[in-house]
């Protein structure tokens, strides 16, 4: 069984930044794409930014510019840097992982809160 493991996650002002990581327990070369997801309450789970094993990446509108997704297959480990947080960055934010070259894969984190004070 794959486990994803998000950390990083707290409380920032507004114009801050935060660095979320995603360990998982299986070496993330064997996943074709990752990502990572938020879902706000009340709201939909969107996919915030993802990564292809070639590094080809993708980003919603709304954080274009601000947050990048990166990979270190060598750590087994999956980033987002998140910079110029904006209160509607507030949010759970997910891990997520498959074997295919679409998103969302099969294996999910449990999820890291992210808070954005204005």
């Known amino acids: 069984q794959v486990q994803l493991v998000e950390s990083g996650g707290g409380l920032v002002q507004a114009g801050g930044s935060l660095r979320l990581s995603c360990a998982a327990s299986?070496?993330?070369?064997?996943?074709?794409?990752m990502g990572w997801y938020r879902q706000a309450p009340g709201k939909q789970r969107e996919l915030v930014a993802g990564i292809v094993r070639a590094g080809s990446t993708n980003y919603a509108d709304s954080v274009k510019g601000r947050f990048t997704i990166s990979r270190d297959n060598a750590k087994n480990t999956v980033y987002l840097q998140m910079n110029n947080l904006r209160p509607e960055d507030t949010a759970v934010y997910y891990c997520?992982?498959?074997?295919?070259?679409?998103?969302?894969?099969?294996?999910w984190g449990q999820g890291t809160q992210v808070t954005v004070s204005s």
């Open positions: 997520n992982a498959g074997y295919q070259f679409v998103l969302p894969g099969v294996y």
């Open positions: 299986r070496t993330t070369f064997s996943f074709n794409a």
